[in-house]
């Protein structure tokens, strides 16, 4: 990507963050030109990660694609199933049970809280706030427990499978299900009032990062990030799946669109998660668990899933020849869309406030890389702003 920069201004610099550097979990590159302390542009180089998972899903049957895909992200693994498995459902023209929809949808959001509860520990380290990093990983353990209670595993849950799940809910568990939920809850009421209360949290995040709704809008923000800046977006309402037509969903919006919306959007969505699940649990319908009957080969076409995933939308094309396998998949994760509103809100702000501002928008780089773009001649490019406007290039502003 081009990189602003003045030869004639020897003030300006540009700053490398990455591949590897210990603001960074995951290694990705970033290059800000900075005026003193204040950045002036941004530029991003991904792909340090790329797996070849999509190339390799074209060499296995159905089935083995399910385990595959459900490793493209560990945080969010279940979701990634179900987009998988209600794609080929629709092309096999299979219908599965209300209680398998029931299943996919708890598990679904305890993965959400699960998400969160990590992103939320994460942006507090990356703000100085230790001691609240420990205290939020604490609580995540009681949603990773009861994760490991039903399907047995606390990542990689491997809950779904082609036309509906493999697993039931015990009384027992219903019940440390309706347990941890109120455990949790109580918790989140506590770092609710930390992000909208406490002067310190307050000083990083008020004010700083402000993405409109028009430039939401613009930049094709997703998930927390775009409700955040009042995009009244979420799947779960706008395309209902598994059984959030049987649990709807209710948006967690914010007007203000800075670093402190993006906190207390998700937390708030929290309070959402611990009703739905408690809900499901409470209200399990009877019935099979999966299709009688799954074709080893799936009918020729090609579809398109959509699911929430717990940064924004995910996205699925399958297309298949009507073999035993996929002639191509095609993974559009969240973090990709969100990337254009960072380095568009880098510019004007300070140079320590962009480990906030990256994990703002809960960045997962080993479920984003799936391609890098290189200049024709590999050289860098210096760019004008004017030139870039005229380029179409939304990343400056």
């Known amino acids: 990507m081009a990189t602003v920069v003045s030869a004639s201004d020897q003030s300006r610099f540009i700053v490398?963050?990455?591949?590897?550097?210990?603001?960074?979990?995951?290694?990705?590159?970033?290059?800000?030109?900075?005026?003193?302390?204040?950045?002036?542009g941004a530029s991003a180089r991904l792909g340090y990660v790329h797996r070849g998972i999509e190339k390799g899903a074209e060499s296995m049957n159905w089935t083995q694609c399910l385990y595959l895909l459900e490793r493209i992200c560990g945080i969010?693994?279940?979701?990634?199933?179900?987009?998988?498995?209600?794609?080929?459902?629709k092309l096999a023209d299979i219908e599965i049970s209300p209680k398998a929809r029931a299943m996919r949808t708890l598990v679904a959001e305890l993965e959400r809280?699960?998400?969160?509860?990590?992103?939320?520990?994460?942006?507090?380290?990356?703000?100085?706030?230790?001691?609240?990093?420990?205290?939020?990983?604490?609580?995540?353990?009681?949603?990773?427990?009861?994760?490991?209670?039903?399907?047995?595993?606390?990542?990689?849950?491997?809950?779904?499978?082609?036309?509906?799940?493999?697993?039931?809910?015990s009384p027992e568990q219903v019940t440390k299900i309706v347990s941890g939920m109120k455990k949790l809850e109580e918790r989140t009421k506590h770092y609710l009032e930390i992000v909208t209360n406490d002067s310190s949290f307050l000083a990083r995040t008020r004010g700083?990062?402000?993405?409109?709704?028009?430039?939401?809008?613009r930049l094709g923000a997703v998930g927390p990030t775009a409700?955040?800046?009042?995009?009244?977006?979420?799947?779960?309402?706008?395309?209902?799946?598994?059984?959030?037509?049987?649990?709807?969903?209710?948006?967690?919006?914010?007007?203000?669109?800075?670093?402190?919306a993006r906190f207390v959007v998700r937390i708030k969505e929290l309070?959402?998660?611990?009703?739905?699940?408690?809900?499901?649990?409470?209200?399990?319908?009877?019935?099979?668990?999966k299709?009688?009957?799954?074709?080893?080969?799936?009918?020729?076409?090609?579809v398109i899933s959509r699911v929430e995933a717990p940064r924004g939308e995910l996205f699925y094309y399958i297309e298949s020849g009507g073999g035993e396998g996929p002639e191509r998949i095609k993974v559009r994760t969240p973090t990709l869309p969100n990337w254009g509103s960072v380095l568009t809100m880098a510019?004007?702000?300070?140079?320590?406030?962009?480990?906030?501002?990256?994990v703002g928008i809960d960045p997962c780089f080993s479920c984003n890389d799936r391609l890098i773009r290189l200049n024709p001649d590999g050289k860098q490019q210096t760019l004008t702003w004017q030139q870039l406007r005229d380029r179409g290039i939304e990343y400056y502003r």
């Not at 809280?113 to 507090?124: P, T």
């Not at 739905?276 to 668990?289: C, D, K, R």
């Not at 009688?292 to 090609?302: C, T």
């Open 76 to 89: 969010c693994s279940h979701i990634h199933s179900i987009a998988y498995c209600q794609g080929l459902e």
């Open 347 to 358: 510019a004007g702000l300070r140079l320590a406030d962009v480990p906030m501002l990256l």
């Open 16 to 40: 490398p963050i990455g591949p590897q550097h210990p603001a960074l979990k995951e290694p990705g590159h970033f290059e800000f030109t900075v005026d003193g302390e204040i950045i002036t």
């Open 227 to 260: 409700r955040a800046s009042n995009v009244c977006r979420d799947v779960r309402v706008d395309a209902p799946y598994a059984g959030y037509h049987e649990y709807p969903v209710k948006i967690v919006t914010d007007t203000a669109g800075d670093l402190k």
């Open 208 to 217: 700083i990062g402000v993405m409109t709704r028009e430039e939401a809008q």
């Open 113 to 169: 809280i699960h998400s969160h509860m990590l992103w939320w520990g994460v942006a507090a380290h990356e703000g100085g706030f230790d001691t609240l990093f420990m205290y939020t990983w604490r609580d995540r353990e009681i949603v990773m427990d009861l994760l490991e209670t039903i399907s047995g595993n606390r990542v990689n849950y491997s809950v779904n499978v082609i036309g509906g799940v493999r697993l039931d809910l």
């Open 291 to 302: 299709a009688r009957r799954v074709p080893r080969k799936i009918p020729a076409g090609n």
């Open 271 to 289: 309070f959402e998660s611990y009703r739905i699940i408690t809900n499901v649990a409470q209200n399990m319908p009877e019935g099979e668990l």
